[in-house]
């Protein structure tokens, strides 16, 4: 009787230890299903399409670990390029935040604000968009503390490093993540060989060397790197920066044709854990 209950847990077992794996690839074509809907949305424009190209939006959030059941926070979306993707993706089952920039800072950022706030205020397409103050002093109050599971951010480590604020955001960032929560990073990316300049701030390339040293320093494991957004034609060393590239052409006419055949940067794409405890 005993060698038989034995031999059928153990006929078991393999069934057993598959559940979860099939949970997890459910969940995963899930997660995935919810980004194709998201980016083939009619909401977004011919122009924030052709980025997609670069930027690979289903593949990075999908390297992040997305899911749509998720609180997710963005830090300075800027004008919602990924917003218009994540929102309408958590929508009805998630949570979106954006951490947007401090509008007391100054009239631009008020009127910045202001735009984005109406811009996706349509709760149909894009659900409850939660737009919260982010910047110095206040970064750590974007959520409640162990309330999040995954924060993004998508260029803006050298505008942090440029203000000083990079060792109190990655803090931030560890603070309102649950135990296990996830930190994905994607930046316009410096080679490691170039020297550090003055604010770290390299016309938009940093190391990734440096993110990583400053995510460990608050207590972030590195789990994982990608090389989704890499571009080896980018040597990040331009006239006006990351800026002399597409989208933004700095220069205009000047040798437009060579730039836009490099295309946008070459960037780091890493996924930092917040260890469970």
Same mark, same amino acid.
């Given at each position: 009787m005993v060698r038989t209950l034995l031999l059928a847990a153990a006929l078991a077992a393999p069934a057993v230890l598959a559940a979860p794996a099939q949970a997890r690839r459910a969940t995963e074509a899930e997660a995935a299903a919810a980004l194709d809907a998201a980016i083939a949305g009619p909401w977004r424009s011919e122009a924030n399409r052709a980025r997609d190209q670069y930027r690979h939006p289903k593949e990075t959030l999908l390297f992040f670990g997305f899911r749509? /059941?998720?609180?997710?926070? #963005?830090?300075?979306?800027?004008?919602?390029?990924?917003? #218009?993707?994540?929102?309408?993706?958590?929508?009805?089952?998630?949570?979106?935040?954006?951490?947007?920039?401090?509008?007391?800072?100054?009239?631009?950022?008020?009127?910045? !604000?202001?735009?984005?706030? #109406? !811009?996706?205020?349509? !709760? /149909?397409?894009?659900?409850q968009v939660n737009v919260v103050n982010f910047g110095p002093g206040i970064m750590a109050s974007m959520a409640a503390p162990n309330s999040v599971d995954l924060v993004v951010t998508f260029r803006s480590i050298h505008g942090l490093l440029g203000n000083g604020t990079a060792d109190e955001a990655f803090r931030a960032f560890y603070t309102v993540l649950k135990p296990g929560g996830r930190l994905g990073v994607e930046q316009h990316r410096q080679r490691e060989d170039r020297p550090n300049l003055p604010g770290a701030n390299q016309g938009g390339y940093v190391k990734e060397s440096q993110v990583i040293a400053l995510a460990e320093a608050a207590g972030f494991r590195l789990v994982g790197r990608s090389e989704i957004n890499a571009n080896p034609k980018d040597t990040a060393d331009w006239p006006n920066g990351v800026w002399t590239l597409p989208p933004t052409l700095a220069l205009k006419d000047q040798d437009r044709e060579k730039y836009l055949a490099i295309g946008e940067s070459d960037r780091m794409t890493l996924l930092f854990e917040k260890p469970a405890r």
């Open positions: 749509p /059941d998720m609180t997710v926070v #963005e830090i300075a979306p800027g004008g919602g390029w990924y917003t #218009e993707i994540l929102a309408p993706a958590l929508k009805g089952r998630g949570q979106y935040i954006a951490a947007f920039n401090n509008p007391t800072v100054s009239p631009a950022a008020a009127k910045a !604000r202001a735009a984005f706030v #109406e !811009r996706f205020s349509n !709760r /149909d397409i894009f659900g």
